[in-house]
């Protein structure tokens, strides 16, 4: 079955470090990726998204993904966190490509220590 | 501002007692989506309306149902709610362009607790 892996549950930043949260999908075809961002009390909504072009992407709030065909992979990253970007972060991906069903991971919760 | 609607935030209900979640928005999308989340795991898709297309899941349980009567409107029936079905039931909207990258705006979720 096809799966969507965020390896790191919780990671605890402080402020100004940088962050990089891992994802890996399973499909070997076309897919649609996305990174979904859950800040406390509101709803998911998109950071950023990759269907072609060039692999590194970005997205609001300074963040960017980059997407490596090879290794199944789109992992998100910030140069620098602030501590508004406590929330937890979904990847998700939408496989096959324009079937709307989408797969999401299980998300990861970052806390970000001011 | 444009937005998916969920009622009610919080839906507390009576174990095989059918419960009916609603979900709209004003975005005129033509796809509406029904996931369920529970705690600490990922959302998980029970299925999807292409405009009127329904589209189930394979292994969405058959006690779950959808009605889609407009563009507007969405409804997730649970036909009789077991323990396990206590979960975030999260309503999205997508455009549904075809050949797009299909961005999905979610609404604020309902919380079902089943007693």
């Known amino acids: 079955a096809q799966s969507v892996s965020q390896h790191n549950h919780h990671v605890i930043l402080s402020e100004a470090a940088s962050l990089e949260l891992g994802c890996n999908y399973s499909y070997g075809g076309t897919v649609n990726l996305f990174w979904y961002v859950q800040y406390p009390g509101q709803h998911l909504q998109l950071l950023l998204k990759y269907f072609s072009g060039d692999p590194l992407v970005k997205g609001i709030k300074g963040f960017e993904a980059e997407f490596i065909k090879s290794k199944f992979s789109f992992n998100l990253r910030k140069p620098s966190v602030q501590w508004s970007d406590t929330a937890e972060y979904f990847c998700?991906?939408?496989?096959?490509?324009?079937?709307?069903?989408?797969?999401f991971g299980t998300g990861t919760r970052l806390k970000v220590l001011a | 501002d444009a937005m998916v609607i969920q009622n009610p935030r919080y839906q507390v209900t009576q174990f095989g007692k059918p419960v009916t979640l609603s979900c709209s928005q004003t975005?005129?999308?033509?796809?509406m989506y029904w996931y369920q989340q529970k705690s600490s795991q990922a959302p998980k898709l029970l299925f999807h309306y292409y405009d009127k297309d329904f589209n189930n899941e394979a292994d969405t349980p058959d006690n779950f149902q959808s009605r889609r009567p407009n563009t507007s409107f969405c409804f997730l029936d649970i036909r009789s709610p077991g323990l396990g079905d206590a979960a975030m039931y999260l309503c999205a909207t997508s455009t549904g362009l075809a050949g797009g990258v299909d961005e999905q705006f979610f609404g604020p979720g309902t919380r079902l607790t089943v007693l």
């Open positions: 998700a991906v939408m496989s096959p490509r324009g079937t709307y069903k989408y797969i």
């Open positions: 975005l005129n999308h033509n796809v």
